[in-house]
């Protein structure tokens, strides 16, 4: 299984954001892909959680209501976009993926596959 995220760049505040996880090599869509950033000199945190089966999600609640998810008819690419970006978005975004749903634990859970990562930077 592969991850690969695309879509980063540098975007004005209050600006929005698509980023892309496209996977490979699942044989099923029953699998979930996680979101996460990590900024420089902190933590990793999760973004949200989404079953790629029926885009069923759980988000990190500092986010909530700037995130808006979609998927591509293949069921392989997950679609994150991002409004109203503050200089503090600025991050490294990762997705992850694990086989099934999404589970409460999304946020500190191992995955067993991870992406390369795409920047964002947020700045006039």
């Known amino acids: 299984v592969q991850l690969v995220e695309s879509g980063g760049g540098l975007v004005q505040p209050g600006g929005s954001l698509r980023l892309s996880c496209t996977t490979s090599?699942?044989?099923?869509?029953?699998?979930?892909i996680s979101w996460f950033r990590q900024a420089p000199g902190k933590e990793r945190e999760g973004l949200a959680c989404?079953?790629?089966?029926?885009?069923?999600?759980l988000f990190a609640i500092s986010v909530k209501d700037r995130l808006t998810f979609s998927r591509d008819n293949t069921k392989t690419t997950l679609y994150m976009e991002m409004k109203s970006l503050k200089p503090e978005d600025t991050a490294v975004y990762y997705c992850?993926?694990?086989?099934?749903?999404?589970?409460?634990?999304?946020?500190?859970?191992?995955?067993?596959?991870w992406g390369q990562g795409t920047q964002v930077a947020v700045s006039s």
């Open positions: 090599g699942f044989t099923s869509d029953n699998y979930a």
């Open positions: 989404v079953a790629m089966r029926d885009l069923s999600t």
């Open positions: 992850a993926a694990t086989g099934g749903r999404c589970l409460w634990t999304w946020a500190r859970m191992g995955y067993d596959y």
